[in-house]
């Protein structure tokens, strides 16, 4: 496993408003009331960050577009 942490996708596709809010409601509550130091493989934000990356992997695959090089390489670990 690798000890980098993953980045936030900025694409959007195949994400609605109440789930990017309700993400970033998650990714906030983690951030401050979160463990404190856990390896990237097993942080609840990184999970979350995964997460959404494979749904806007998954929406680009539907529509039949390419997805950008970091979201590929962020659902991909």
């Given at each position: ?31 401050f ?29 539907a ?11 962020t659902?991909?670990?």
């Open positions: 496993m690798s000890d980098k942490r993953l980045p936030i996708v900025k694409d959007t596709t195949g994400l609605s408003l109440f789930y990017r809010a309700l993400w970033r409601l998650q990714f906030v509550g983690f951030f009331f979160g463990p404190a130091e856990l390896p990237p493989h097993r942080d609840p934000k990184e999970a979350l960050k995964r997460g959404r990356a494979q749904r806007v992997l998954r929406a680009h695959e529509a039949g577009t390419q997805a950008p090089d970091e979201v590929i390489e659902a991909k670990r």
